[in-house]
């Protein structure tokens, strides 16, 4: 029995069974690449959207940071403190969505159980005017983590499907391809061989009976 | 005829007012770069007794404003120990202010659990509260019964109000209430017109300032109105109607009134989404307009009221100044929100 470089036996039913496989692998990497053309696409609307939002945050915050110095001028330290103590640590919920597999963040309450992004009881209407702009900042900053680990994970998937799909077409398929190939030919060979083994033994037949 | 004692407390009182800033004082610090040099500029004042240089020579503007609220009060403090008969008591009353301001302070970090921080700082004969058992309090609710035996007992009247809203606004307001009706009682039985005067202005500012925000804010009308203080120059009724009828309409109700610039104004500056602290150094205007005039009164009680306004003025302004040099806001901002 022949074998081939990959120590494979050049049989007819190992030359089935790489078929299959073959047939198997190429079924998943078609789908690989439809998952890597998926989150490529995912990938490019959150790059779309996240300059903006980085954007829009970083003059959120500046702005925030402006009545808040405005505040603490008017209210003193100790006045600014306290008109904060009278509102509870800001909260948020978080919840997963799975884009092909990838889990990715999604804020969906900011003012958490206890409505706590309400500011009706800040006493000083200077301060409560910083606590509001600054709550926007504050889910602006959320917006933006939100996207960027999105961005992270969903990039980190692709490269990974990336590498598998190059993998599979670079080195799986064309080695199981060159396999396939390599026993084709073996059979063919042995085929060939058994074909004129079998003519020299009828010539010879013939030959003894004349 | 004055009283011996009248003109006494009058003329300690101008002895008092020298030692306050004046205007150029105030700007020539809003100038200085850094809060190094407001304290050395300081250091020929009142105030250095109570500003101490680290020997790292680094300044910090809470320790500044620790000092400049420690000076507020002990000068409001002093004209009560010269003071006399009613008008002691009627200064006593005004004085209470920082309790209150205290107290509030206390409840906001009962309703949310967070720590209480800085207060004013007042020695236990410049308050009547027992401040080590309030702040042992664990909550509102027990915070408000360890005042049953002071002068803010009835606060206890609005903790169903506060449970129902969820507010210390409710508690803050009726803090408010108690402290000037001591005060307004104070003001008519000294029966002098230009004190009531100036109490009436304080209170309108507050009620002024907390309709035109809340309406901008809009929190419930319902609520709103219970916020409302008496005693002031405007009418409970003028205000009630003001807390039910829009921004507009509040603009058009005071005309003829001596806030009625200030309102236009105040209005105005929500209209442009100008920064609250425009729409509050607008509705003070009259009121400071007010001390100004009753500053040259300079022989009559009024003065001292006056001088007691004024020293917290400055020590507000004296704030904005560092904690302004601190964050390193705009000069310009800094004026707006001067009370000059």
Known sequence: MAATSDRVSATSGVLLRLRKQLEFIQNGKDILEMKRDHLAAEINKYLQTLSTIREETEKSLADAYEYLKIAYSKLGYSGLSSSASSVSPLDFKTSMRSVMGVEIPVITDFSGESGTADFTNVPEPTAQQAAEKLRLSLEKLLKMAEVEVSVERIATELMMTNRKVNSLENTVIPRITRLITDIEEQLEEEDLEEFFKAKKMRSTIRSKGR | ?340
């Open chain 2, 1 to 340: 005829m004055r009283s011996p004692r009248s003109v006494y407390l009058v003329t300690r009182v101008h002895g008092l007012r020298i030692h306050l800033l004046d205007l150029d004082d105030i700007q020539l610090l809003a100038k200085a770069g850094t809060l190094e040099q407001i304290a050395d500029k300081l250091m020929p004042t009142e105030y250095a007794k109570d500003i101490s240089r680290p020997s790292s020579g680094k300044i910090y503007a809470s320790e500044l404003e620790a000092a400049f609220l420690k000076r507020m009060v002990s000068r409001f403090f002093f004209v009560t120990s010269i003071a006399y008969k009613d008008f002691k008591s009627f200064v006593l009353a005004y004085a209470r202010r920082f309790e209150v301001e205290n107290i509030k302070r206390v409840i906001r970090a009962k309703h949310t659990g967070e720590g209480v921080g800085q207060l004013i700082p007042l020695s236990a004969e410049q308050t009547s509260v027992n401040f080590k058992d309030l702040l042992e309090a664990k909550d509102v609710a027990e915070a408000v019964r360890s005042l049953s035996k002071t002068a803010y007992a009835p606060l206890a009247e609005s903790l169903n109000m506060y449970n129902e809203y969820k507010t210390t606004l409710v508690l803050e307001s009726h803090m408010d209430k108690i402290y000037y009706d001591a005060v307004s009682l104070g003001a008519k039985k000294l029966k002098d017109r230009d004190i009531t005067r100036l109490i009436g202005m304080e209170i309108d500012t507050k009620n002024l300032v907390m309709l035109i925000t809340m309406k901008d804010r809009k929190i419930n009308p319902k609520l709103v109105e219970h916020l409302i203080i008496k005693n002031g120059r405007l009418s409970e009724e003028r205000l009630v109607s003001m807390s039910r009828s829009g921004l507009g309409e509040i603009e058009s109700a005071l005309k003829g009134t001596p806030y009625s610039e200030a309102v236009g104004k105040a209005v105005e500056a929500l209209g442009k989404k100008m920064g609250m602290y425009k729409v509050e150094t607008s509705l003070l205007r009259p009121m400071l307009k007010e001390v100004k005039s009753t500053m040259n009164k300079s022989l009559h009680l009024p003065f001292v009221i006056s001088y007691l306004v004024k020293s917290e003025m400055e020590a507000k302004n004296l704030i904005a100044i560092t904690m302004a040099k601190q964050l390193k806001l705009s000069v310009s901002l800094l004026q707006d929100i001067l009370l000059v």
